[in-house]
T-cell receptor, first 114, second 112 residues
């Protein structure tokens, strides 16, 4: 089945540890995005990538890093420099630079840092 | 800068009609999305407007006025399953790609 996979759905880590969230897609979409959602707030853009081996900072990139070595994969690393990492993380894709294309979202990973 | 405003919460009765408003202020505006998000789940696409006017899709309609920086989502014949958060998002085409900025969402509660 075509779609976007994020695993695991729930993730727990100790404070001070880096953690990498996975996002895989088989939609053959060019662009991929990472968002963070906190309770009572909308989605905030962390990083996005239009093509392989290229990515751009979003609005809240500090404390995060990404890579885009393959078209299908866009992993997000939450580093120990991120002060408030506990949140719901959503990965999204879109098929290209055409602004009419809506973003398709994965199921999300809920990260809790203890 | 970019600033999207929408009400935090709304309550409506099953079978009724509800209108959720959204205002935006940005340069480079190039379209507006509405998404539905149930608690703990990913947002799902509802509508997209880039030209002024009303787009109708079943029980849901979305309106855009570019000159006023205003959009609304209209939900008719409300059902209990429509209880969710509704996210307004503006899109800007940048050199780095298609970038969306989301509002904080409107939590809609449908009651009997």
């Amino acid at each position: 089945d075509g779609g976007i996979t994020q695993s695991p759905k729930y993730l727990f880590r100790k404070e001070g540890q880096n953690v990498t969230l996975s996002c895989e897609q088989n939609l053959n979409h060019d662009a991929m995005y990472w968002y963070r959602q906190d309770p009572g707030q909308g989605l905030r853009l962390i990083y996005y990538s239009q093509i392989v081996n290229d990515f751009q900072k979003g609005d809240i990139a500090e404390g995060y890093s990404v890579s885009r070595e393959k078209k299908e994969s866009f992993p997000l690393t939450v580093t120990s420099a991120q002060k408030n990492p506990t949140a719901f993380y959503l990965c999204a894709t879109t098929s290209g630079g055409n602004v009419r294309n809506e973003q398709f979202f994965g199921p999300g990973t809920r990260l809790t840092v203890l | 800068g970019q600033n999207i405003d929408q009400p935090t919460e709304m309550t409506a009765t099953e079978g009724a009609i509800v209108q959720i408003n959204c205002t935006y202020q940005t340069s480079g505006f190039n379209g507006l999305f509405w998404y539905q998000q149930h608690a703990g789940e990913a947002p799902t696409f509802l509508s997209y407007n880039v030209l002024d006017g009303l787009e109708e899709k079943g029980r849901f309609s979305s309106f855009l006025s570019r000159s006023k920086g205003y959009s609304y989502l209209l939900l008719k014949e409300l059902q209990m399953k429509d209880s969710a958060s509704y996210l307004c998002a503006e899109t800007i085409l940048t050199g780095g790609g298609n970038k969306l900025t989301f509002g904080t969402g409107t939590q809609l509660k449908v009651e009997l």
